[in-house]
């Protein structure tokens, strides 16, 4: 469903972070919205450590990651990794036109680089709060796997409802950083479309440029 908003990404901090982890192996940061990045360079890890290390040293990242971020412990936290996924779904951009170095992004194809992105509840739906939608995340907190159907939330305005799926949150928030006040502006402007549906995919304004 087409937006007359142009599109805007906290994908400057994802090439931020590689820089980084390039040296160290793996960098950890906050990210607008309620987000924590880790960005690990396979290589270099395992210049640096054994394999072993290398794993404990990159979840001690995330934690500190999320602690920054001021999500540990709040609501419900949800996650999304690039290695051996884009290839995987069609509604994904192709590793090869991010806005990174050439070098990064064939080791995010052949999975020698990977970053995961974590994510609360409580500032998804403080952000519909925002504008003036009453939101209520149905994902069950136990639930392990989630299928590209899955509804995670819900948000109302009136007699109209909206539900957003794991494939666009998946994409949007967490792979593609999306800014989430503008993403949430467009969830309001597609409530009000009568002609959306329940399931509406949102399309920004300038969305290319940020691939180009």
């Given at each position: 469903?087409?937006?007359?908003?142009?599109?805007?990404?906290?994908?400057?901090?994802?090439?931020?972070?590689?820089?980084?982890?390039?040296?160290?192996?793996?960098?950890?940061?906050?990210?607008?919205?309620?987000?924590?990045?880790?960005?690990?360079?396979?290589?270099?890890?395992?210049?640096?450590?054994?394999?072993?290390?290398?794993?404990?040293?990159?979840?001690?990242?995330?934690?500190?990651?999320?602690?920054?971020?001021?999500?540990?412990?709040?609501?419900?936290?949800?996650?999304?990794?690039?290695?051996?996924?884009?290839?995987?779904?069609?509604?994904?951009?192709?590793?090869?036109?991010?806005?990174?170095?050439?070098a990064l992004c064939a080791r995010l194809i052949t999975?020698?680089?990977?970053?995961?992105?974590?994510?609360?509840?409580?500032?998804?739906?403080?952000?519909?709060?925002?504008?003036?939608?009453?939101?209520?995340?149905?994902?069950?907190?136990?639930?392990?796997?989630?299928?590209?159907?899955?509804?995670?939330?819900?948000?109302?305005?009136?007699?109209?409802?909206?539900?957003?799926?794991?494939?666009?949150?998946?994409?949007?928030?967490?792979?593609?950083?999306?800014?989430?006040?503008?993403?949430?502006?467009?969830?309001?402007?597609?409530?009000?479309?009568?002609?959306?549906?329940?399931?509406?995919?949102?399309?920004?304004?300038?969305?290319?440029?940020?691939?180009?």
């Open positions: 469903m087409p937006l007359d908003i142009p599109y805007k990404t906290h994908l400057d901090l994802l090439s931020t972070a590689f820089d980084l982890a390039h040296d160290r192996g793996v960098q950890g940061m906050k990210v607008p919205g309620g987000r924590a990045l880790v960005a690990t360079d396979i290589v270099r890890g395992y210049q640096l450590w054994p394999e072993r290390e290398f794993i404990d040293r990159t979840a001690a990242e995330h934690r500190q990651a999320v602690k920054r971020a001021r999500i540990l412990d709040v609501g419900h936290l949800v996650w999304a990794r690039s290695d051996d996924f884009v290839a995987r779904s069609p509604t994904m951009p192709p590793w090869s036109i991010y806005p990174l170095s050439p999975d020698y680089a990977m970053y995961f992105v974590t994510m609360s509840s409580e500032p998804l739906l403080a952000a519909l709060d925002d504008v003036g939608l009453a939101a209520e995340w149905v994902l069950p907190r136990d639930q392990e796997t989630l299928q590209p159907d899955e509804v995670v939330l819900r948000a109302h305005r009136g007699t109209r409802t909206i539900e957003l799926r794991w494939a666009e949150m998946q994409r949007r928030l967490l792979l593609e950083m999306a800014d989430l006040p503008m993403w949430a502006e467009g969830v309001s402007r597609l409530i009000d479309r009568h002609d959306s549906g329940p399931h509406p995919w949102q399309s920004f304004s300038d969305e290319w440029k940020v691939w180009a």
